[in-house]
């Protein structure tokens, strides 16, 4: 399974970007499917998460900005990103779960400054 991720860039405090992710390959079903950041010096933190049925989980510090959604027969997860922070600057990686193997894409730099 290979993803890839898009929709990264520069974007003003308060502005918003989507990123996509569209898994390929050997997909017979995926099952989670999510979003984690790394920004310079830090660890890798969960963002977002989405079950194959829709349920989500986010980060506290992106709760009520940050929208994560699905389209199971494109095999695309997505992050709605709003109200952008100068913190949410980071890498962004997704991350989907077939038959209990993790596949995580290539990142997409966010830059949140003005």
Do not use: H
Not at 25 to 34: H, N, P, R
Not at 48 to 67: C, E, L, P, Q
């Amino acid at each position: 399974v290979q993803l890839q991720a898009s929709g990264g860039g520069l974007v003003q405090p308060g502005g918003s970007l989507r990123l996509s992710c569209a898994a390929s390959g050997s997909i017979f079903s995926l099952g989670v499917m999510g979003w984690y950041r790394q920004a310079p010096g830090k660890q890798r933190e969960l963002v977002a998460i989405i079950t194959r049925s829709g349920t989500t989980n986010y980060a506290d510090s992106v709760k009520g900005r940050f929208t994560i959604s699905r389209d199971n027969a494109k095999n695309t997860v997505y992050l709605q990103m709003n109200s952008l922070k100068p913190e949410d600057t980071a890498v962004y990686y997704c991350l989907a779960y077939q038959a209990d193997l993790a596949y995580w894409g290539e990142g997409t730099q966010v830059t949140v400054s003005s």
